[in-house]
């Protein structure tokens, strides 16, 4: 049980263009999904935190306008990056928790490896 | 500021133990995770420890210390596969996790 898709797990695209990700849990209903970004040989940073049918809330420092967050179901959270750019080349990861969980544990999906040329 | 420091990098022997330490300074605790996370994928649940003590789950242990705002994981009896990076996270008292960057654990024949 407890488990996360993600898709798609690799995408190269131009810079300026944008380029959607979904998160998927496929077998529990997520009450809150987390978008998260890492880089070669660091830890995950947290970008945002997404309730189902309200707006995310973002870290400091990341751009809602450019990292756009949809939360539309229970089980679907998506992140659009918005005008690409090489520097927004990353591993992104979702994870997602489920209240049924007593320790607040975070179930993640497999990431999505982006490069943007 | 909120702060979880572990070791860049460890290397051990296949068949052998290691322990690998994460201290943290937070506003709040409410637990503490341990995660591995093998090159290109995503994390993967090992351990949450939010009592002082030792939770041992086959050959792999989780340990917390809240007083000393200290925490191990120790690997018995390693395999190559358990070459990996381990990351050490802290729930604040906003219930946000913590991330360490992780410990890259090379184990050598």
């Known amino acids: 049980g407890a488990v996360v898709s993600q898709h798609p797990s690799r995408v190269i695209c131009k810079s300026g263009t944008s380029v959607k990700i979904e998160c998927r849990s496929l077998?529990?209903?997520?009450?809150?999904m987390f978008w998260y970004r890492q880089f070669p040989k660091k830890s995950l940073m947290l970008m945002a935190t997404s309730n189902e049918g309200s707006k995310a809330t973002y870290e400091q420092g990341v751009e809602k306008d450019k990292f756009l967050i949809n939360h539309a179901s229970l089980t679907l959270s998506t992140l659009t990056v918005t005008s690409a750019h090489p520097e927004d080349s990353s591993f992104y990861i979702c994870?997602?928790?489920?209240?049924?969980?007593?320790?607040?544990?975070?179930?993640f999906g497999p990431g999505t490896r982006l490069t943007v040329l | 500021g909120q702060n979880i420091d572990q070791p860049t990098e460890m290397t051990a022997t296949e068949g052998a133990i290691v322990q690998i330490n994460c201290t943290y300074q937070t506003s709040g605790f409410n637990g503490l995770f341990w995660y591995q996370q093998h090159a290109g994928e995503a994390p993967t649940f090992l351990s949450y420890n939010v009592l002082d003590g030792l939770e041992e789950k086959g050959r792999f242990s989780s340990f917390l210390s809240r007083s000393k705002g200290y925490s191990y994981l120790l690997l018995k009896e390693l395999q190559m596969k358990d070459s990996a990076s381990y990351l050490c996270a802290v729930l604040d008292s906003n219930y946000q996790l913590i991330w360490g960057a992780g410990t890259k654990l090379i184990i050598k024949p």
């Open positions: 994870s997602a928790g489920t209240s049924s969980v007593s320790y607040n544990e975070q179930f």
């Open positions: 077998d529990f209903q997520a009450t809150t």
